[in-house]
Every structure is written in structure tokens, then in C-alpha cells.
């Protein structure tokens, strides 16, 4: 019997409406556990370098972890991998939300959809039977009408993931949105965009399988003495949200003011956490098995009102200090419209400062604008320009290409403004806060991201002993970065394959708990090396895709502006990083070649051949 697993792969190929259950096999999950681990290896295997994104050949999989389902705690997540439309290579997003717990319950852990329906279409998952449903009817609302008239189609308790007007319409940068008003959204690489150029609107999921597990109640047993201090620890998590971060992030010089110039900003304390708690907040959210709650919901009237999720860390961050933006309002309506519309927040909040600027600098006129005044700061413009670059009206068909695609049409004197790595636009932490940030944008799979080696709280507050870091990194220090790196590049992609969120490292978690967890689950008997070999695994077969792709050390890099200017105020005013002398040492502790390559060696060592 197979623990923690359902055993079982849902292909649907909307080309010919055909669909097929196939076994999953133990020497594979060993290999590679779930998630995204397990996503990359189909994506690895089904796609390569000639793979048109928006064509029938790409594949889009939503993949569950043998945590997803069961009651540890901060588990109900689906990775969600394919080929990227924005930057043409490895794609991922994760979410949490519920629709990873109803998929697994429904019998399959991973979901791969193939092909290109004729006509709109969504899909009706449950518990084992899958019907392919007629959307026209669908295609033009907005995610939250889609989440409501699907569940009075299906069931009410079902979790619709949906795209809105944007993936329709392919925005490259177009987000997945789940759990309806209280959204949770696959935003990054334009997976939405993905579902878009297949004409899949929406996925209904729901089950009551129930997840078998190897030892319930040792899982039992730990989680009792667990779940009280991940509570504990993550308080202020659970009161502020993410937005908490705002005010920490400004100390450390970590927001990209006015598009990745300034390093502070006397008005950042107008959109602090503080301020949201008082002044829009009426509630909180989960995710499913997460006691944290830190879903903001928020409620207001003013700029056609928000009655729903309010804006997280990143919203604050791009639409707030990217743009300037001071008015806690208008930045939760930004924050609202990404998600009915189907807008990754981070991308659009990065495109629209790229906008900003070009304005400024008399590149972009009124006149291509319909008459919008774009000066740093105009939050009313910003939501016009919102709305534009979804319906790819006007200058919003070129924005919605993403700032590399619009730069490159718009010519040489814009490049200096286009903040991004291998086309993925930079999430709202600036690499020149923490040099580690610096490196894992260089080198992460997808493009500039945060959270594929979460370097930052490393360098603030967290440590890894057990990987021979026993206190947190200096954040301006050179040494040893590479391996810091490395080494937590392949420790959240464990997390990432498990399925369980990384905010469980604020609340203690550590290896020792995810090896415990893991055994009670699957019976599985792993070390700290076996679980870390996982990691590498993973990461190295993501490279690998890259490098089928045309990816190697060429693309290794950071934007001109963050390795050149320094910001001159903020507690990183001056900080530049060296990213040669850490990519150099980053490629020689991870046994890769002068050009980036993992060599024959390392392939051979991780089992990479076939």
C-alpha cells in the first residue's frame, strides 16, 4: 500500500476530450516527493526547448505533495508548473488556499491538462469523475463571478481555480486565482495565461477520499506539542499578515521606492500593516489545516470598493512603494482588481512602475495613455492603467508582454528600467537589502524570486543548524553565500514538493520536523542527506530544463540598476553586490560548469540520466 499518496495522475487532453488515470510509481515519488518536484519531472520529460508556451504541446500540472491532505499543519497547497508564456522557460507557482487538499480527496495527486479546447471549457472534478463542461458562458467574467456561478453549477463546497479577463485575453504575466473573494493566486510566469491559450476558464475540485497514513497517530503526537508554538511564534503573522513586514522591510532597505531608486520613503508608514488593521480590516482567512490565518479581509467603499482579500507584503510593496503610491485605499483596489481581472500583483505592480518611469522620462506620452497623467504617485492612473493592461487595450497591449518583451520594443534607452531576471519581473525585495536575495535571483529556476532559496529571514532572524548555519547570515557578507544559497534553494524545493508553506519555519519548524512528518506519512525512512539529495535533485532537473531551453552563466545575472546604483539613503543606501565572486562560488559548490551547466558528474550523482 502507498502512504500519503493516492497513487494516481489525472490526464485530461482538451484537444480531443479525452481522459486518462495513470499509476504513479514509488521509485519516482522517492525521487522526486510531490509538488513541484514531481510537476518538474513531467514538465522535464513531456516539453523541451521547441515547446511553443501557448501552443497545444505545452503542459500545465497542478500538483499536490503526500503533506497535501492531511492535518499538518500549513499543508493545503498544489504546485502548479508548466511552460512559462512571460519568460519561455521553467515555470512555477505555488498556492494554498483549499484546492489542493479537494484534489488530492478526490483521488489524484496531480492534475496534467494537454492540448486546446475548440471553444471555452472548465473542468468538473469529483471524487474520481471528471466532466468537461462548456464555458462560453464564463468567458469574460471576472474570477470572483466565475468562483460563484461555477459552485451553482457543481457544488457549493467545491474550490474553483479560475482565470479572469487577462489569462483570456493572454497577458503574459496573467495569474490563477482560487477560493473565490478570499483569493489565493498562482501569480508568477503567467500560468494563468497558460490556461487562457487552452481556453480553460476554470477547475471545480471536491472529494472525501480520505489520504492514508503510514502512522496517524505518531503524526498526532507530534503535531500536539507542535501546533501550540507554531501559534505562539507566528502572532504577529496572524495579526498583521504579511503587511506587518512593510515597516521591517523599510528599516532593512528592502522596498524598491520608486521603481528600485530610492532606498526610503517618508510616507511607507501610510501603508503600514499598523494602518491596514485600523483603518480597512474586518476579518482573516485560512488556508486549509493553517492555524496562522494570515489572509487580510478588508472592507471599504471609496474607488468603487473592496469587500474581500486585502493587499498582502507584495501588493504594499509594488503598487505602494514601486510606484509611490501613499493611499492605503487605492492600493487594496489595486490589490482587488489583480485579482478579479487574473493579474499577478507582483508583475503588474513592477510593469506599471516600468510605466511610471517612462513617462517621466517622456518615452511614454498622455496621447499613448488615453489621457492619463502617470506621475509617481497618481493612484487613480495606476488603477486605469490596471484595467487597460488586462483588457490589452491601448499602451496595455505592450505592457502586457512584461517589462522585458516591452523594453526590448521600445528600445535601448529603456533598459535601465526593466527591472527583471530571465524575464520575470523582481518580486518586492531588493537585492542590494541582502546579498544572499541578490544570488537566488540570479540563479533561481523561474527568474527573479524570492522564495525558491528564501534567503532574506536568513539573514535577519532565521538559522540552520543542521546544514551548518547555526546563525542567521550576515546580509552584506560575501563568504559563503553560495553554499547559503544552494543549500536553501534545495530546502524549499522539499518544502515545495512536501507541500507545506515556508511560513512554517517562523514557527519552528525545522529538517528534524519535516523527516519526522515525512515518515509518519509515507513509512518512509530518510536522513538529513536523503531529504537534502531530494532538494538537489529538484533543483538541478529545473537547471536542466533551463538549459534545453538556451539558459546558462549569460543569464545568471542582475538589471544594470541594482548591481550599479547605489540608493544613497535607507540602511542599504550603499550596498552593492558582487555577484560575480558569489556566482562563482555558488557554481562550484553546486558542481556545475564555467558556463552554469551541471556537469556529467553531478548529473550522474543525482541519478539525472534517465
Known amino acids: 500500500m502507498m502512504f500519503g499518496y493516492r497513487g494516481k495522475t489525472l490526464r485530461v487532453n482538451l484537444s480531443d476530450h479525452s481522459i486518462k488515470v495513470e499509476e504513479l510509481c514509488e521509485k519516482k515519488l522517492r525521487f522526486f516527493i510531490g509538488g513541484s518536484g514531481l510537476g518538474t519531472k513531467y514538465l522535464f520529460d513531456e516539453t523541451d526547448e521547441n515547446t511553443d508556451p501557448l501552443g497545444e504541446k505545452n503542459i500545465i500540472i497542478f500538483a499536490t505533495g503526500p503533506f497535501t491532505g492531511t492535518n499538518i499543519p500549513c499543508s493545503d497547497r498544489v504546485g502548479i508548473v508548466a511552460k512559462s508564456p512571460l519568460t519561455g522557460i521553467f515555470a512555477e507557482s505555488d498556492i494554498g488556499g483549499t484546492f489542493g487538499s479537494r484534489l488530492k480527496k478526490a483521488g489524484f495527486d496531480l492534475l496534467v491538462v494537454e492540448g486546446k479546447a475548440e471553444k471555452p471549457v472548465y473542468l468538473w472534478i469529483h471524487d474520481g469523475n471528471v466532466d468537461i ?11 470572483f463571478e466565475t468562483d460563484s456561478l461555477v459552485k451553482e453549477e457543481t457544488d457549493k463546497k467545491a474550490t474553483i481555480a479560475s482565470i479572469g479577463p487577462a489569462g483570456e485575453r493572454k497577458v503574459r504575466y496573467a495569474s490563477i486565482i482560487t477560493d473565490g473573494k478570499h483569493g489565493r493566486a498562482a501569480g508568477r ?41 507554531l501559534k505562539r511564534r507566528t502572532e504577529g503573522l496572524s495579526y498583521f499578515g504579511t503587511s506587518g513586514a512593510v515597516m521591517t522591510n523599510e528599516e532593512m532597505g528592502d522596498i524598491p521606492y520608486r521603481n528600485w531608486r530610492d532606498g526610503s520613503w ?78 499577478d500583483v507582483i508583475s503588474t505592480g513592477q510593469v506599471v512602475a516600468f510605466a511610471m518611469e517612462l513617462f517621466e ?23 486605469s492603467l490596471i484595467h487597460m493592461i488586462a483588457q490589452r487595450k491601448g499602451i496595455g497591449a505592450l505592457l502586457g508582454e512584461g517589462v522585458k518583451r516591452a523594453s526590448e520594443r521600445l528600445g535601448e534607452s529603456t533598459l535601465e528600467y526593466a527591472v ?38 536568513f539573514e535577519r532572524i532565521l538559522s540552520l543548524p543542521e546544514l551548518g548555519f547555526p546563525e542567521p547570515s550576515n546580509r552584506f557578507e560575501l563568504e559563503r553565500k553560495g553554499e547559503l544559497t544552494s543549500k536553501l534553494q534545495n530546502l524549499m524545493g522539499v518544502l515545495d514538493s512536501l507541500k507545506i508553506c515556508k511560513f512554517i519555519l517562523f514557527g519552528g519548524g525545522n529538517l528534524k520536523h519535516l523527516i519526522h512528518w515525512t515518515h509518519c506519512v509515507t513509512g518512509w525512512d530518510l536522513e538529513i ?65 564555467e558556463k552554469g551547466i551541471p556537469t556529467q558528474e553531478k548529473i550522474e550523482e543525482l541519478n539525472l540520466n534517465g
Open 189 to 229: 510566469c503567467g500560468l494563468g495565461t497558460v490556461m487562457g491559450s487552452k481556453n480553460l476558464k476554470s477547475i471545480a475540485v471536491i472529494g472525501k477520499q480520505q489520504i492514508p497514513i503510514a502512522d496517524l497517530q505518531g503524526l498526532r503526537n507530534s503535531l500536539k506539542s507542535f501546533v501550540p508554538e
Open 420 to 457: 527583471h531576471v530571465k524575464g520575470l519581473e523582481f518580486p518586492g525585495h531588493d537585492p542590494r537589502a541582502f546579498n544572499g536575495v541578490a544570488l537566488s535571483y540570479a540563479t533561481s529556476a523561474r527568474g527573479a524570486c524570492h522564495l525558491s532559496a528564501f534567503t532574506h529571514p
Open 361 to 383: 522620462n517622456g518615452i511614454i506620452k498622455n496621447s499613448d495613455l488615453d489621457g492619463l497623467e502617470l506621475q509617481w504617485g497618481n493612484g487613480e492612473a495606476m488603477l
Open 133 to 143: 463542461r462548456t464555458a462560453d458562458h464564463l468567458w469574460g467574467k471576472d474570477t
Open 529 to 593: 542527506s536523503d531529504i537534502m539529495k531530494c532538494g538537489d535533485r529538484i533543483f538541478n532537473l529545473k537547471r536542466l530544463y533551463n538549459v534545453k531551453c538556451g539558459i546558462d552563466y549569460k543569464d545568471d545575472v542582475l538589471p544594470k540598476r541594482i548591481l550599479t546604483h547605489r540608493r544613497g539613503t535607507g540602511s542599504a543606501g550603499d550596498n552593492l553586490p558582487n555577484l560575480d565572486k558569489m556566482l562563482n562560488d555558488y557554481y562550484q559548490y553546486r558542481g556545475w560548469d
Open 266 to 343: 517618508e510616507d511607507v508608514n501610510k501603508i503600514s500593516g499598523a494602518v491596514l488593521v485600523k483603518e480597512i480590516l474586518v476579518g482573516r482567512y485560512f488556508c486549509g489545516t493553517c492555524p496562522i490565518g494570515c489572509g487580510r479581509i478588508v472592507k471599504m467603499q471609496d474607488f468603487g470598493g473592496v469587500d474581500g482579500a486585502g493587499p498582502e507584503y507584495e501588493t504594499l510593496a509594488m503598487f505602494g512603494g514601486g510606484c509611490m503610491i501613499n493611499n492605503l485605499g487605492i492600493i487594496a483596489k489595486a490589490h482587488d482588481l489583480c485579482n478579479r481581472l487574473g493579474l
